[in-house]
């Protein structure tokens, strides 16, 4: 079946630290990735999206590549902020009727002033 | 413009009670997912409606769980005879259609505690 990995937290930085989530992914077909963002008491919001090999998504200083080859889309982003301080999802929609997301665990970003 | 709502925010119901919780999608938005957010099982796909329809029910865990849409908009999730493992936080999602290319919108969730 489809299924998402993703690296296990917390992952703790200093502020201008360099990020990497590793997001591995499992799925018949072609699906499209996507990175959600969970800040503290607010609701999932996507951050961004690659819908085919070698897209890269980015948003807000964040960026992942759709790295068919690897079965993978790690987050990353050059100089991390106090306010980047959330827990971030990578989840795939596997083209199946409807296109639900299927997510990974989670994983929780704390960034340290 | 309004994004999606849910209510109630948050819903503390006895074991064996019947609950019901309720999702209003942005205004247009054809496509609507329910999800369900908990610890033990990280966030899991619950149903799918389009339109009034639901081509996809295969996330639903039991058939305590049952979904409707009315209207093309609004929709509710009824869980009957709740269990303790039943809390969780249950988010709704909204989108234009439902090809991938539509970014789903996700409402604030309604946090379920069965004591």
């Known amino acids: 079946g489809n299924s998402v990995t993703q690296m296990e937290g917390p992952v703790t930085l200093s502020e201008e630290a360099f990020l990497t989530i590793n997001c591995t992914y499992t799925?018949?077909?072609?699906?499209?990735l996507f990175w959600y963002v969970q800040y503290p008491g607010e609701g999932l919001q996507l951050l961004l999206k690659a819908t085919k090999a070698d897209d890269k998504g980015s948003n807000k200083g964040f960026e992942a590549t759709y790295r068919k080859e690897t079965t993978s889309f790690h987050l990353e982003k050059g100089s991390v902020q106090v306010s980047d301080s959330a827990v971030y999802f990578c989840a795939l929609s596997a083209g199946e009727y409807g296109n639900k997301l299927v997510f990974g665990a989670g994983t929780i970003l704390r960034v340290k002033s | 413009g309004a994004g999606v709502s849910q209510s109630p925010s948050n819903k503390v119901t006895e074991k064996g009670k019947d609950v019901e919780l309720r999702c209003d999608p942005i205004?247009?938005?054809?496509?609507l997912y329910w999800y369900r957010q908990s610890l033990g099982q990280g966030l899991e796909f619950l149903i799918y409606f389009q339109g009034n329809s639901a081509p996809d029910k295969s996330g639903l865990p039991s058939d305590r769980f049952s979904a409707e849409r009315t209207g093309g908009s609004v929709s509710t999730l009824t869980i009957q005879r709740t269990q303790q493992e039943d809390s969780a936080v249950y988010l709704c999602a909204s989108s234009w259609s439902e090809g991938s290319f539509y970014e789903q919108y996700f409402g604030p969730g309604t946090r379920l505690t069965v004591t």
């Open positions: 205004s247009g938005h054809t496509a």
């Open positions: 799925a018949t077909g072609y699906p499209s």
